[in-house]
């Protein structure tokens, strides 16, 4: 079965560095997405990506975040400079529509910052 | 937005006993899927299921969308079935809310 896939595991990095998470969606898939997930808490929306473009984005996608498209497979979230509080899981998901449609996920990137 | 509650928070099971995990929610949707989170915070889909009834070996859900429920059932349970079980809704455009989880505890 096709998987979204995720790079690094798992990254520790210091306060104030950027860091990149990468994603590899589901071939076939439009719609692309990240995820955050706190230590013991639920996880959230941070924002959803269609046709190269922010389709929709949370409260906490603030200007220190961004997400791109470099070329046909990858899909990149960029964190310009980490602060304490980005300490977490990030997923990466992908869907073949944005409505009603599997949205499927990746393994996750645990991200340290200290 | 739409909330979502899970109940209840936590569960200890017997490894054979049956379970049933409830998911409400406060407005309609047109996605709803439950995930297994593993000791490893992998997010593994169990189901897709805004409304009927799916089965999936020992899994099982069913979601009444016009009550704005959904449920999930565990049978024979086993060891591998301890994590969080995650419920997620959404009204468009791939925006899933998740639910604040169900730990599950399968003791052999």
């Known amino acids: 079965e096709p998987e979204v896939t995720q790079t690094p595991s798992h990254q520790v990095t210091q306060m104030g560095q950027e860091v990149i998470l990468r994603c590899v969606p589901i071939?076939?898939?439009?719609?692309f997405y990240w995820y955050r997930q706190i230590l013991g808490q639920k996880v959230e929306f941070l924002v959803s990506f269609y046709n190269n473009e922010i389709s929709e984005k949370s409260e906490i996608f603030d200007d220190q975040f961004s997400v791109e498209r470099p070329d046909g497979s990858n899909f990149t979230l960029k964190i310009r400079s980490t602060k304490l509080e980005d300490s977490a899981m990030y997923f990466c998901?992908?869907?073949?529509?944005?409505?009603?449609?599997?949205?499927?996920f990746g393994e996750g990137s645990w991200l340290t910052v200290v | 937005g739409i909330q979502v509650e899970q109940s209840p928070p936590d569960l200890i099971l017997q490894e054979g006993a049956n379970s049933t995990l409830r998911c409400n929610f406060s407005d309609s949707v047109n996605n709803l899927q439950w995930f297994h989170q593993n000791p490893w915070g992998q997010l593994i889909n169990l189901f897709y299921?805004?409304?009927g009834t799916k089965q999936n070996g020992r899994l099982s859900a069913t979601t009444v969308a016009t009550e704005r429920y959904s449920l999930l059932y565990i049978s024979s349970s086993q060891t591998t079935d301890s994590g969080v079980y995650f419920c997620?809704?959404?009204?468009?455009?791939?925006?899933?809310?998740f639910g604040a989880g169900t730990q599950v505890v399968v003791t052999p």
């Open positions: 997620a809704v959404g009204g468009g455009w791939g925006k899933l809310q």
């Open positions: 299921i805004p409304s």
């Open positions: 071939s076939n898939h439009l719609y």
């Open positions: 998901a992908s869907s073949p529509s944005g409505t009603a449609d599997t949205i499927y």
